[in-house]
């Protein structure tokens, strides 16, 4: 796509896409100190059709890509996630010669738990650098946090390997020799937290809890860093009592040294749940960029209708709505509504779950409602 420059030829135009890793560091560089997205100005429909073809191409395609990257959004459950592992992380001021306690962040998919968490290091980097520098003593770079993310049946060498690769360091030799490379550009560079994200990849199995546990245990006796672990299921796989049966379970070290973490969903069972979705939701459509957008259009006319589509599962609300709104700008009606919101797709695990939350809601057995209303807004078309 290009767009028109003031001699009548033509100009490349990227866009705002910001592609990169962040298991590597100048990926997760990039996303802690990445600027804040400009949002795209809010034009009327009036001022959309005196746009020329190609303005208005361009304004399309800033709202896509703001829609795509709405968040993170200080949820409670993120706000109380965040406060848990700063209590966690930041008392972790033992000596080398201790053991740090590590954080376990097990939830169920698409609850936005490693978005939090990468959320939380990003701030926790930057409170590093602005309070000892951006260089350490010796001259190297500070990266006080790092972040790795693991793959299927994932092993000791494999995961020594991915924090090598993180810092940019060769990826040969077997897993004590990595293991060395890796804790010397821990030291040299004084990381301070370590994220790992799906550590249920970590050759972990139900079967295999006593082999997992031993890898994470060699990790926080290697690594002088507090470590974060995010995966899905995994005190479920028994990790956390190293197979041990209940009545030997005092004896597991992984336990004793892993406070465990979530992120639960959002629920409507209370009042006080039903609120926090209704601010969610008002939230969020305080952030789209449609032309026919009006207060109430997330937070009344939709709301039970995203909570069924959703299952109250913050991923699976965030992908909808963009998908709505790309849907809606691209076929021109500037507003999401029950009609157009019923053509978009959603995933898999969210779509299978919808039938018997709709129909609990058609039936008034169930309700995002809270029972303090807010001012009734603008009924939509």
């Known amino acids: 796509m290009s767009t028109a420059n003031s001699t009548g030829g ?23 100190y990445g600027p804040d997205r400009t949002r795209p100005e809010q034009l009327s429909r009036a001022r959309l059709a005196e746009l ?45 010669n201790k053991t740090k306690p590590a954080a376990l962040v097990d939830a169920y998919p698409g609850l936005g738990k490693s978005t939090a968490v990468r959320a939380y290091g990003c701030d926790l980097f930057k409170r590093q650098v602005t309070l000892r520098g951006e260089t350490t003593p010796s001259g190297d770079r500070r990266v006080p946090v790092i972040y790795i993310a693991l793959s299927g049946n994932t092993q000791i060498r494999g995961l020594n390997a991915a924090i090598c690769r993180f810092y ?13 490379r890796a ?18 990849f970590l050759a972990g199995s139900r079967s295999n809890s006593v082999r997992m546990a031993n890898q994470l245990k060699y990790l926080s006796n290697v690594f002088p860093v507090t470590l ?33 973490l979530t992120l639960p969903p959002f629920q409507i069972d209370d009042d006080q749940g039903r609120m926090q979705w209704h601010t969610l939701l008002k939230t969020i459509e305080q952030k789209l960029v449609l032309a026919e957008k009006y207060p109430g ?53 969210a779509e299978a779950a919808r039938r018997e939350l709709e ?23």
Request: one cysteine or more.
């Open 183 to 200: 804790v010397d550009a821990v030291l040299s560079m004084k990381t301070v937290a370590m994220i790992i994200d799906d550590i249920h």
């Open 297 to 349: 259009m997330l937070a009344e006319d939709l709301s039970d209708y995203l909570f069924a589509r959703s299952t109250g599962h913050f991923a699976s609300l965030m992908s909808l709505i963009n998908r709505g709104c790309l849907r809606a700008i691209r076929r021109g009606h500037e507003r999401l509504g029950r009609e157009l919101m019923d053509q978009v797709k959603n995933d898999a695990a």
């Open 52 to 96: 020329s073809p190609q303005a208005l191409a361009v304004h399309n395609d800033n709202r896509e890509v703001w829609h795509a990257n709405i968040g993170p959004i200080d949820t409670p459950q993120l706000v109380a996630l965040h406060a848990d592992l700063r209590e966690i992380v930041e008392s972790n001021r033992q000596d080398g």
């Open 10 to 32: 033509s100009e490349p135009f990227e866009g705002g896409d910001r592609q990169y890793s962040p298991t590597r560091l100048p990926g997760w560089l990039q996303e802690v």
């Open 168 to 180: 940019g360091l060769p990826v040969k030799g077997d897993a004590d020799t990595l293991a060395e």
């Open 359 to 381: 129909a609990a809601v058609e039936a008034g057995l169930l309700t995002t409602r809270p029972t303090r209303r807010s001012p009734r807004r603008r009924k939509s078309a």
């Open 228 to 260: 974060i672990y995010v995966g899905v299921g995994v005190q479920e796989r028994g990790i956390l009592h190293e197979g041990f049966s209940p009545k030997e379970s005092p004896l597991a070290q992984f336990g004793r040294r892993t406070t465990a």
